[in-house]
């Protein structure tokens, strides 16, 4: 009817091509599909916990490279760069190699 084609083309008017891609993909969806992906849009992650688990992750990948670098330091009979490692994994990995003597 004349609801529906205004409706259609006030969203014509409006969307992008990609939301309009998106509401054609959309149309595909079954009802059980149609329900997970409204529930999948429905949950989110806590903006603080992406971005303290994303530093956490990149300060831990540092943390291995330091160690690696201070290790082959040590094992080639170089001072220590002075840095002191946040953890112990990354001091034990440090102190591994037996043929280091401190």
């Known amino acids: 009817g004349g609801g529906g084609d205004a409706t259609e083309s006030k969203t014509e ?12 993909a959309l149309s ?12 999948f849009r429905r949950s989110t ?12 992750r990149l300060a831990e990948h540092q943390e291995r490279r ?11 009979g170089a001072a220590s760069c002075g840095v002191p490692t946040a953890s112990a ?6 102190r591994w190699n037996p043929t280091v003597a401190d």
């Open 45 to 56: 992650f806590r903006g603080d916990a992406v971005g303290a688990y994303v530093a956490y």
């Open 66 to 76: 330091h160690a690696a670098r201070e290790g082959t330091r040590r094992l080639l």
């Open 13 to 24: 008017s409006t969307a992008t091509a990609e939301g309009l891609l998106m509401a054609q």
């Open 89 to 94: 994994r990354a001091a034990n990995a440090i």
């Open 28 to 39: 595909t969806f079954n009802a059980l599909e149609q329900s997970r992906f409204e529930a």
